[in-house]
């Protein structure tokens, strides 16, 4: 007899499902991604610190989890929940169940929901806080708590890295500040012969320039932009002196380090297919995208930034580039694993941003 398990909107809406992963009861932001494939990769992503993932497509855990997929070996997820967690798992590379996975690593997960009704609820009335209940006597105190409840939304700190270390490559050599990084990002560097520097995000830009790289990645990670002061002002001492790329939350940084502004999104956008469109060349790529708050387009006109890429579905800014210096952003992921790879072209362009600035004056 499987365990039931209650998941509760803020809104009063009750699922009853079935408990895996940890027996712990859970709080938070409720989101949903809609990618197909890359359940590993997302519920070991530091963006989705303090939230609690709907999975849209119905059958999760089914290739199990391997050692080599994690975008980090600390995830920090609040909870997952599906329509179906697989209970055997086939595949060349499996190690363990989502059920294990997710015991070891004590979060706690709910399957048996119409997880279809959930998002319908998600996308009508914007991001939820929700909660997991295991006992059907709490739910209702529950629900009256949630209404008052406040969630952090400063979770950089918590899931940066406490020390610098190298990821040794015999080229170009890259500083990643590390806001929340995903593995992918230094792997995708490190393919490309860099030898990356993963560094605390409250490095500050004097820290990096005494290294000399020869240039500067911006990492993605969790929560509100605006509270990540620290990023803010380095990416400002950095402007100019050595290119920079930044994804994800480092294009937010970005934006705001050059006077734009964020705001909160309804749902955001979380999944695996969303078509960007880059206005330099006219093509459509396919991208993956997990991020709750966006630039405002309309504070970008007052600054030095251009703006590059923009998202099909709902005409957000996608991508950003300096006026005259060398640093550029975008809101989705190129280091995308299991993919779409279409967006991957852009770690070769700042590689080549790199080497056209190398030994420059703003280098030294
Ligand atoms: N993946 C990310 O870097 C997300 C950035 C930010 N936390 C957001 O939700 O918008």
């Known amino acids: ?38 359940y590993q990769e997302t519920l ?30 600390n995830p920090s997820l609040k909870g997952m929940v599906v329509r179906e967690a697989c209970e055997l798992p086939s595949n060349f590379r499996n190690m363990a169940s989502l059920d294990e996975t997710l015991k070891n690593y004590d979060i706690p997960g709910i399957d048996g929901v119409d997880t279809r009704k959930l998002t319908r609820i998600i996308r009508q009335h914007g991001v939820l806080k929700a909660a997991f209940v295991n006992e059907e006597a709490d739910v209702e105190a529950t629900i009256e708590s949630l209404k008052t409840a ?63 790289p020869d240039g500067v990645m911006l990492s993605n ?54 078509p960007v469109k880059n206005l330099a060349t006219g093509k459509i790529e396919i991208t993956s995208q997990n991020h709750g708050y966006s630039v405002d387009p309309e504070t970008v006109k007052d600054t030095d930034l251009v703006i590059t890429h923009v998202a099909l579905n709902d005409g957000t800014v ?3 580039r300096h006026k005259e210096l060398p640093a550029f952003s975008v809101q989705y992921h190129p280091e995308a694993s299991p993919g779409p790879h279409d967006p991957n072209y852009l770690f070769d362009d700042f590689i080549q941003m790199m080497n056209e600035n190398k030994g420059s004056v703003m280098n030294g």
């Open 318 to 320: 996608e991508g950003l």
């Open 44 to 73: 070991s992503d530091p963006s989705y610190t303090g939230q609690i993932i709907t999975f849209t497509y119905p059958l999760i855990g089914n290739y199990g989890i391997n050692r080599d997929d994690y975008e980090t070996l």
């Open 1 to 38: 007899m499987r365990k039931q398990r209650f998941l509760v909107l803020e809104d009063g809406t009750i699922f009853k499902g079935y408990r895996f992963g940890s027996d712990k009861e859970t709080q938070g932001e409720i989101v949903f991604n809609t990618a197909m494939t890359g």
């Open 221 to 274: 990670g969790p929560g509100n932009p605006e509270v990540v002061q620290d990023g803010i002002n380095m990416i400002n001492g950095i402007l100019g002196k050595v290119p920079f790329f930044g994804i994800c939350l480092g294009h937010q940084l970005f934006a705001l380090a050059c006077g734009a502004s964020t705001f909160k999104m309804k749902f955001g956008h979380r999944g695996a297919n969303h």
């Open 150 to 212: 406040e969630f952090p939304t400063d979770e950089v700190a918590q899931v940066s890295t406490k020390t610098a270390y190298v990821s040794t490559g015999n080229d170009l050599r890259v500083v990643l500040i590390d806001f929340g990084k995903k593995e992918n990002i230094v792997r995708e560097l490190n393919l490309r012969g860099c030898d990356v520097t993963v560094m605390p995000w409250n490095t500050t830009a004097e820290e990096i320039l005494r290294l000399r």
